[in-house]
């Protein structure tokens, strides 16, 4: 997810009651829910290493307890005030953790297994941007103090602990909407698997949500010669797979080979996991050709440009829209 909704979680879990178990656990789960993407150093390195290095090891089970005792670190050496360690190591924790959580459920994904396992991890079950979340954030945000605003004004006695409730309220929504979202993210994945795709089966099937609305999702299939997109509405109309986008994989050629020797698209295909080879002539190197590698997930992807001898021109990562 973006860091906004990290710290947004931060706050509700610290105001929903873990802001008893430690001094500055706001602090801690502000900072601890964002500390993962420290690996945002790596774009020093150009954008391939940073693909390379993003969500590596600091979104791992094995580095989450280092960067809970690195939060509590730094807020002590900023606060310079006595912390209840313990105490505040599992408050920082629960914010890694919350952390990784919430990067499962997007279709970038997550390694929570590097080094034992390099595999991705996701659950597809939301957008990396998700303006639904936002709405009711917003709303168990400052809905405590509207409600302090109006009881001011007619003398009620206030809470003896303010947005409490609303930050619990904030919490359950993002579990009911994670699991709701899943529950039509399996339909969908049903709906694809069940049919053929110009009388071949799918080898694979996929459906990556929008973040317009809950029930639109975009759908991809794989077959043996093409992969299929699709635009998917879980409430409205009955699918057709003959009413896609089918977009043909291209044989491997010599520009193909050239190409996935570049630094560039080398790291992109380790980390694409639904990738299509495009190759088309070269609008800017005469007998040229373009090789674009896409993930089907994301509109970026990484570009090659070889000439007639296919010796690599120009390499370009990331490259937006395709």
């Known amino acids: 997810m973006d860091n906004p909704t990290h710290v947004l979680a931060g706050f509700f879990l610290s ?18 829910g964002n500390i993962p993407d420290i690996d945002i150093v790596a774009l020093a390195g150009g954008g391939p290493n940073y693909l390379h290095w993003h969500r590596y090891w600091t979104h791992t089970w094995l580095v989450s307890p280092l960067l809970a005792i690195a939060t509590v670190a730094i807020v002590w050496l900023f606060g310079r005030k006595p912390l209840p360690w313990l105490w505040a190591i599992l408050v920082a924790w629960i914010g890694v953790a919350s952390h990784l959580f919430l990067d499962w459920t997007n279709q970038y994904g997550i390694r929570f297994l590097v080094p034992v396992s390099p595999r991705w991890y996701q659950l597809d079950n939301a957008s990396l941007f998700d303006p639904w979340i936002y709405t009711v954030c917003a709303v168990c945000l400052f809905a405590p103090f509207l409600a302090r605003l109006v009881g001011g004004e007619i003398g009620a006695r206030p809470a003896a602990t ?8 904030a919490l359950l929504f993002f579990c009911i909407y994670f699991a709701g979202r899943g529950v039509i993210h399996a339909k969908m994945i049903e709906v694809l698997d069940s049919r053929t795709y110009d009388g071949a089966n ?40 003959d009413q896609g986008r089918t977009l043909f994989k291209a044989e491997m050629s010599p520009a193909i080979e050239a190409a996935r020797k570049t630094p560039a698209c080398g790291t992109f295909q380790e980390f694409a996991q639904y990738p299509l080879w ?21 509109p970026f992807h990484c570009r090659v440009l070889v000439d007639n001898q296919n010796h690599v021109q120009r390499n370009e990562y990331p490259v937006y829209g395709w």
């Open 278 to 298: 495009i190759v088309v002539p070269s609008a800017e190197i005469e007998d040229g050709k373009q090789v674009d590698l896409v993930d089907l997930r994301f």
């Open 162 to 169: 303010p947005g409490r409730g609303w930050a619990i309220t």
């Open 202 to 241: 799918p080898l694979r099937v996929a459906a990556f949500p929008y973040s317009r609305s809950p029930f639109l999702w975009r759908g991809v299939v794989e077959t043996d010669s093409a992969w299929h997109v699709y635009e998917l509405n879980a409430i409205v109309g009955a699918f057709d797979p």
């Open 15 to 32: 105001r929903a009651g873990l802001n008893r178990l430690t001094p500055r656990a706001t602090a801690i789960l502000l900072l601890s």
